[in-house]
């Protein structure tokens, strides 16, 4: 048996730490009721009401640190994703337990689409002006 000389076998590294997959992270789960709006930039904001996440035993340490990030500013799905150095697929499950707990809502910009041409935009302050 290999190992530190007595006995034991090391399934991390002592400098890493131990090692989590996603799926334990979220219970084998891969989709969340919510993940349909959970694309790359949709925008995370915690909930006012959330005073003390922590209170919720079953959350986890990676659901309180999203609520904690998004507190002070809102987040992108993404930004999550880096700031946590989890998979997207991870964050966008987390995100939606919370979602469905009311601590957090998700909120997307306006698609370019969607948002008025620069000319109409013109026209309508010239409009304003010769009032």
Do not use: K
Request: net charge negative; hydrophobic share 40%.
């Amino acid at each position: 048996m290999s190992g530190d000389g007595q006995g034991t076998r090391h399934w991390f590294d002592d400098d890493a730490g131990p090692v989590v997959r996603p799926y334990a992270m979220t219970r084998g789960r891969t989709t969340s009721p919510a993940q349909h709006r959970l694309d790359l930039i949709a925008v995370v904001v915690t909930e006012s009401h959330t005073d003390d996440p922590g209170a919720d035993h079953s959350l986890s340490p990676e659901h309180l640190d999203i609520v904690e990030l998004c507190r002070d500013a809102p987040q992108s799905v993404a930004e999550l994703a880096a700031e946590l150095d989890l998979p997207i697929g991870v964050v966008r499950v987390l995100i939606g337990d919370l979602v469905t707990e009311e601590m957090v809502h998700v909120t997307r910009p306006v698609p370019p689409a969607e948002l008025p041409d620069e000319s109409i935009l013109r026209d309508v302050i010239n409009g304003l002006r010769a009032l």
